[in-house]
């Protein structure tokens, strides 16, 4: 059920409203489990990512996950993955010091885990601090994280909080050296183009996606408009 309202809350097909009362049901069988089982932090993490993942929906469900996140941390004190997500519901927060602290202290509990110096390398990015962060990523590919579309996207996000064109551009360029012939490549190619200036560079990657794809000819064509 937990999974199902992931799935659905990330869906933009589907109604706030459906949204919202699936989110309710799975709450509540999770609170009841949780009630069976109290001293569960599995459920306590299952149910505190749904309280994130919903927080859209009702904003008070960002203060059950810090909660509920608080208390999994006291039964798994060496949990890494408990830091990364307090760090989150830190960001939203806008405590950004502390949620880069947070990052730091899970990298600490382990640093041959590529993830942990992955997610760090991110956040450092995403709050200006680029060499620590550049440095973390590297690291974290050389540890084998695997560096797909998906791990590129998260890093073209981080860039993008501190908007670092050069620095996309040359994610953009990795990804289309794997796929060359992804029109959704292109096509954010083209808009981190124009919003560092060049204006017949992000034609020409507009085009190419169209070409690739007609289905982004319309999108092209208003793009170079």
């Known amino acids: 059920v937990n999974d199902a309202a992931l799935q659905i809350l990330g869906s933009s097909q589907i109604p706030s409203e459906t ?18 089982e109290p001293l569960n932090a599995r459920y306590m993490m299952m149910l505190g990512n749904t309280y994130m993942a919903a927080a859209d929906l009702n904003p008070s469900y960002l203060q059950e996950a810090d909660t ?6 006291k039964l798994s004190p060496t949990r890494e993955e408990l830091y990364f997500t307090i760090g989150q519901v830190r ?8 949620a880069l602290a947070l990052f730091k202290k899970a990298l600490d509990l382990n640093d041959t885990v590529p993830l942990s110096h992955w997610n760090y390398g991110l956040i450092s990015i995403a709050l200006g601090q680029k060499d620590i962060g550049a440095k973390e990523i590297a690291t974290a590919k050389e540890l084998g994280y695997k560096y797909d579309a998906r791990a590129m996207q998260y890093l073209l996000k981080a ?38 200036g060049d204006k017949q560079k992000a034609k020409e990657a507009a085009l190419k996606a ?3 794809d007609p289905n982004y000819k319309t999108q092209a064509d208003e793009f170079i408009k």
């Open 68 to 73: 509920l996140f608080g208390e999994a941390l």
């Open 91 to 98: 960001m939203f927060q806008g405590q950004n010091d502390e």
């Open 19 to 36: 949204k919202k009362l699936v989110v309710e049901a799975a709450i509540e069988g999770m609170r009841r489990a949780l009630k069976l």
């Open 210 to 212: 169209a070409e690739i």
């Open 159 to 196: 860039y993008g909080q501190i908007k670092d064109w050069p620095a996309m551009i040359a994610i953009y360029q990795d990804w289309l050296a794997g796929s060359p012939n992804d029109p959704a490549a292109y096509a954010g190619l083209a808009s981190v183009f124009a919003q560092a």
